[in-house]
């Protein structure tokens, strides 16, 4: 599954490759990811219709397209390719854009689980979320409001720090990175965790995802970034997939756990379960 920076790797791409184009014309080849409306009422909308711009919302990305929005999920292994309609096409791509200029975007996923959905004007995009919350690179991100949520809670910081109601857009290597770059235990509660130790979560939580972002996110769990550009965060993780290896600070060895159901590296010196 492709986290927060892989996908606001892709937008970044995206967005310098296709803003200003015009859709001439779309091949849909497994109509199941369109969503919300028919193939042929997706099709009519979107033709010649320029990009504008394109947006995120967590790991949502918006393609404003004049009066039309089109958001697309890449769930698992969804990936995008600059491409020309005359291109072979290879198995596993689903969905073709053709624009005016003779070049044209396919989409590839080997899993078909992304999804293509039509937003016309009035129509809201909630966003797959309930109550909206806030990445840590996003300015609108409150600050005080994440440390009170955290104090308040009795789980362990990994689960709330996974939890999108509280933070959003942290993942679980992401958690994993953050965690030891502010020397919190994984499991500890989090009401126990003092106010200056959530302000250090928030802080690295921040570098680390800004430090993904202009990396070009991760590779792990065979995901690559499209149009070419590679996961170089992962030269980058300290404790995530290092088990057995030593701490880079200390040099202890490195354990991989398991908190809030997922596979948890931490460095037990570093991060010490009681303060
Ligand atoms: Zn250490």
């Given at each position: 599954?492709?986290?927060?920076?892989?996908?606001?790797?892709?937008?970044?791409?995206?967005?310098?490759?296709?803003?200003?184009?015009?859709?001439?014309?779309?091949?849909?080849?497994?109509?199941?990811?369109i969503?919300r409306?028919?193939?042929?009422?997706?099709?009519?909308?979107?033709?010649g219709?320029?990009?504008?711009?394109?947006?995120?919302?967590?790991k949502?990305?918006?393609?404003?397209l004049?009066?039309?929005?089109?958001?697309?999920?890449?769930?698992?292994?969804?990936?995008?390719?600059?491409?020309?309609?005359?291109?072979?096409?290879?198995?596993?791509?689903?969905?073709?854009?053709?624009?005016?200029?003779?070049?044209?975007?396919?989409?590839?996923d080997?899993?078909?689980?992304?999804?293509?959905?039509?937003?016309?004007?009035?129509?809201?995009?909630?966003?797959?979320?309930?109550?909206?919350?806030?990445?840590?690179?996003?300015?609108?991100?409150?600050?005080?409001?994440?440390?009170?949520?955290?104090?308040?809670?009795?789980r362990?910081i990994?689960a709330?720090?996974?939890?999108?109601?509280?933070?959003?857009?942290?993942?679980?290597i992401?958690?994993?990175?953050?965690?030891?770059?502010?020397?919190?235990?994984?499991?500890?509660?989090?009401?126990?965790?003092?106010?200056?130790?959530?302000?250090?979560?928030?802080?690295?939580?921040?570098?680390?995802?800004?430090?993904?972002?202009?990396?070009?996110?991760?590779?792990?769990?065979?995901?690559?970034s499209?149009l070419?550009?590679?996961?170089?965060?992962?030269?980058?993780?300290?404790?995530?997939?290092h088990a057995g290896?030593?701490?880079?600070?200390?040099?202890t060895?490195?354990?991989?756990?398991?908190?809030?159901?997922?596979?948890?590296?931490?460095?037990?010196?570093?991060?010490?379960?009681?303060?």
């Amino acid at each position: 599954m492709p986290e927060l920076p892989e996908v606001e790797t892709v937008r970044r791409v995206l967005a310098i490759q296709l803003i200003g184009k015009t859709i001439q014309s779309s091949i849909i080849r497994y109509e199941k990811m369109i969503k919300r409306t028919s193939v042929v009422d997706f099709q009519s909308r979107i033709v010649g219709k320029k990009v504008d711009s394109i947006s995120r919302k967590g790991k949502y990305l918006l393609f404003h397209l004049g009066i039309e929005t089109l958001v697309v999920h890449l769930r698992m292994e969804g990936k995008f390719y600059l491409k020309h309609p005359e291109d072979v096409w290879e198995k596993h791509e689903h969905l073709e854009l053709a624009f005016t200029d003779g070049t044209s975007l396919r989409y590839h996923d080997t899993r078909k689980f992304g999804t293509f959905e039509l937003y016309a004007p009035g129509e809201t995009f909630e966003g797959g979320l309930g109550e909206i919350t806030y990445e840590p690179i996003d300015e609108a991100f409150d600050r005080q409001q994440f440390i009170q949520k955290v104090r308040k809670s009795h789980r362990p910081i990994k689960a709330i720090l996974l939890d999108q109601s509280v933070i959003a857009g942290l993942g679980n290597i992401y958690v994993d990175e953050t965690l030891f770059r502010a020397k919190v235990h994984p499991e500890r509660r989090g009401n126990t965790i003092s106010i200056k130790e959530i302000e250090k979560i928030a802080t690295e939580s921040r570098l680390v995802l800004e430090k993904a972002v202009e990396l070009g996110g991760s590779t792990i769990r065979s995901y690559t970034s499209s149009l070419g550009v590679t996961g170089r965060f992962q030269n980058e993780l300290f404790v995530h997939t290092h088990a057995g290896e030593p701490c880079p600070v200390c040099q202890t060895t490195i354990l991989k756990t398991r908190v809030a159901g997922r596979g948890t590296y931490l460095c037990p010196t570093c991060q010490k379960r009681r303060k």
